[in-house]
């Protein structure tokens, strides 16, 4: 007999029973893995939800930074309460077209600071050549504020639209980009708001013809003396004249150097009377030169 067979038999049973049985327990492990995997979402959801309460809160940071930069308006309020007058200043940088305004809004009537730029309006039409006559009616209408002189520029340059298109020129290339001279009612009922009167200035140094005229604006006379007329270098016109409720509007265009450059400045009262407007603005002066460095200045 053949046992060969048997022993294969047994022996297949023997490996069989020795071989290791599968364990059951080790098949839910990869399910143990989920509660671990979906931890990992509900953690990073979490960072976004503390991080958008930062987020938001930055605006309201930036809120507060206003209330640095309109340090000069509360420093200006106090000269607003003892003029006992509705007062305002408006300046710009030099050669910069946005003007900073603080007080009231007094502006009207240009009066005589108009004939600034129509002086200059004069200077460019003849360059050199500008006749010996209209010369001396520009020193006149700046340096004396002659209403008649400024008539006599008024009139070369063709009076009423005529002359109103001229000057509007060099307005613009001031960069008043307003201010339209009035061509029916005569060039002092012409409306110039401060803040426009503040960008000419600033501007006023780069307008062709306009340096003859600024020369004229440092030499004015005593009867224009106020404001900021006795900074060093600066060049200045006054308007002024009865206003509609019988008390008086005073203005003043000024250029003023500065330690960074120049500074175009425009100011304007309406007071009882002619010497009180002056007061006023002695005031705005004074409250100027101390806040000099503090001012926006440049170069155009």
């Given at each position: ?10 022996g ?17 492990a ?56 509705p ?13 900073r ?27 050199d ?7 001396s ?38 960069n ?125």
């Open positions: 007999m053949n046992v060969f067979p048997i022993f294969n038999v047994v297949l049973f023997l490996v069989a029973m020795l071989a290791p049985m599968p364990n059951p327990t080790s098949e839910p990869p399910v143990a893995a989920p509660p671990t995997t979906s931890a990992a979402p509900t953690t990073e959801s979490s960072t976004p939800t503390k991080a958008r309460p930062t987020r938001r809160a930055a605006p309201t940071r930036a809120v507060v930074r206003p209330v640095h930069t309109s340090s000069l308006e509360a420093s200006f309020a106090s000269v607003r309460r003892a003029a006992g007058a007062v305002g200043v408006a300046f710009v940088a030099g050669g910069g077209t946005k003007a305004v603080l007080g009231d809004d007094v502006g009207g009537d240009a009066y005589s600071t108009i004939k600034v730029p129509i002086a200059v309006t004069v200077q460019r039409k003849y360059g050549d500008l006749p010996s006559d209209l010369r009616d520009m020193s006149d209408a700046i340096v004396h504020s002659d209403n008649d002189a400024a008539d006599e520029l008024w009139a070369d340059l063709g009076r009423g639209y005529h002359a109103s298109a001229a000057v509007r020129e060099v307005l613009r290339a001031g008043d980009d307003t201010t339209v001279p009035d061509p029916l009612n005569g060039w002092g009922a012409t409306d110039w708001t401060d803040a426009d009167q503040a960008v000419f200035a600033a501007n006023l140094a780069c307008i062709r013809g306009a340096g003859p005229v600024l020369s004229l604006m440092r030499q004015t006379d005593d009867t224009q003396r106020w404001g900021v007329a006795d900074l060093d270098g600066v060049a200045v016109k006054g308007g002024w004249s009865p206003g509609d409720d019988g008390g008086y509007v005073v203005r003043q265009l000024a250029v003023v150097k500065t330690p960074k450059g120049q500074t175009g400045i425009a100011m304007s009262t309406r007071a009882r009377t002619m010497d009180a407007g002056t007061a006023v603005l002695d005031r705005v002066g004074a409250w100027l030169r101390t806040n000099l460095t503090r001012l926006p200045s440049g170069h155009c």
